[in-house]
């Protein structure tokens, strides 16, 4: 199963939106509403921000958001702040009954 | 409140053996499926496998299967991830996450420092 592709890295000043993609096939992002996105600073465990493609948590600002469109799901951080400067990462439920975790994008507050 | 707590650090020779766990509170441990997760240092994630503690019914990745074994004791709220005969690319922090059914995976345990170096 290959890793889910983000970009490397994507950067904004305070105050941007930017958005983050997430791109699979048919047997993962695109077969099903199960994508999920987490927000990892470093030396810290995954936080969930994201789950089934656009439900946030309990806690977690509504600056974040999340879509999808065929193979390929998307977050969107609203209102950039300094604090949002992490990695991120999605996931998705696949077809063999497993899953996998896209190769994360640092996203940078200028 | 809902936690996970993972054993310590642990420092290990190529070829030991070895056992981490991920104690679960706050919640109902066998109503919740318990994931493991590698990160390799200075990469990103990688889903290893699944246990559903109130049955012991494990799915792991094709990229783990038969490298580790995931286990529960329902009694102690407890889930395992072991290793027979470890190599030095085991080297890696784990970390365990609940998951409700297909949800997403949360929370986090804090994170396993495995270290295998001769």
């Known amino acids: 199963q290959s890793a889910l592709t983000q970009p490397a890295s994507v950067s904004g000043s305070p105050g941007q939106s930017i958005t983050i993609s997430c791109t699979g096939t048919s047997s993962d992002v695109g077969g099903y509403n199960y994508v999920s996105w987490y927000q990892q600073h470093p030396g810290k465990a995954p936080k969930l921000m994201i789950y089934?493609?656009?439900n946030r948590p309990s806690g977690v600002s509504n600056r974040f958001s999340g879509s999808k469109s065929g193979n390929t799901a998307s977050l969107t951080i609203s209102g950039l702040q300094a604090e949002d400067e992490a990695d991120y990462y999605c996931?998705?439920?696949?077809?063999?009954?497993?899953?996998?975790f896209g190769t994360g994008t640092k996203v940078t507050v200028l | 409140e809902v936690q996970l707590v993972q054993s310590g650090a642990e420092v290990k020779k190529p070829g030991e053996s070895l056992r981490i766990s991920c104690k679960g509170s706050g919640y109902s441990f066998t109503s919740y499926w318990i994931s493991w997760v590698r990160q390799m240092p200075g990469k990103g994630l990688e889903w290893m496998g699944r246990i559903d503690p109130s049955d012991s019914y494990t799915n792991y990745s094709p990229s783990f299967q038969g490298h580790v074994t995931i286990s529960a004791d329902k009694s102690i709220s407890t889930a395992y991830l072991q290793w027979s005969s470890l190599k030095a690319s085991d080297t890696a922090m784990y970390y365990c996450?609940?998951?409700?059914?297909?949800?997403?995976?949360?929370?986090w345990g804090q994170g396993t420092l495995v270290t295998v170096s001769s």
């Open positions: 996450a609940r998951q409700g059914g297909e949800k997403g995976f949360d929370p």
């Open positions: 996931s998705s439920y696949t077809s063999s009954s497993s899953y996998v």
């Open positions: 089934d493609v656009s």
